[in-house]
């Protein structure tokens, strides 16, 4: 049941994605263009995807288990440091460059977009990076 759960709020994600924008490299590009053409649409999504979000983490800190029986798995990391700030610099450089984050880019992949394939290989890539990273620092 987790399973077919997880996959049932990841195709909605998805459709929420596309529905949205946020898998189109242009919109999202236009979005981050603050010197020239701004689109300023998705900033409306981001605030309805935060608004969501506060809903349910408010919810879900007042449960010690999910409507699945599953404990709950938050974060408890507070510290801004040096490792957050430089992986977020990496993220939004890569959003800024490719135009797509990683959901929107696996939404690409499986509509078959050719270039989705350079952006998840790259992104492999790094994570797989930062396995060998943590692993080094152990």
Same mark, same amino acid.
């Given at each position: 049941?987790?399973? #077919?759960? !997880?996959?049932? !709020? ?11 924008? &946020? ?12 010197? %020239?053409? /701004? $689109?300023?649409?998705? +900033?409306?999504?981001? !605030? %309805? ?8 983490? *408010?919810? !879900? ?14 974060? *408890? +990391? *507070? ?7 430089? %992986?977020? +610099?990496?993220?939004?450089?890569? /959003? ?22 350079? #952006?998840?290989? +790259?992104?492999?890539? %790094? &994570? /797989?990076? #930062?396995? #060998?990273?943590?692993?080094? $620092?152990?």
């Amino acid at each position: 049941m987790p399973i #077919f759960a !997880a996959a049932l !709020a990841g195709v909605i994600f998805g459709i929420g994605l596309l529905l949205s924008g &946020m898998a189109n490299p242009g919109k999202v590009l236009g979005f981050l263009d603050l010197a %020239g053409h /701004w $689109d300023p649409s998705l +900033a409306m999504v981001m !605030a %309805g995807a935060i608004a969501v979000g506060v809903v349910g983490f *408010t919810v !879900a800190k007042r449960r010690s288990h999910s409507l699945l029986k599953l404990p709950m798995q938050l974060p *408890t +990391a *507070t510290a801004i440091d040096r490792r957050l700030v430089i %992986g977020s +610099a990496l993220f939004g450089i890569g /959003w800024g460059l490719a135009g797509v984050c990683p959901g929107p880019a696996l939404v690409t992949l499986a509509m078959g977009v050719p270039q989705a394939i350079v #952006f998840v290989v +790259a992104m492999l890539a %790094g &994570m /797989w990076l #930062f396995h #060998f990273m943590q692993l080094k $620092d152990k």
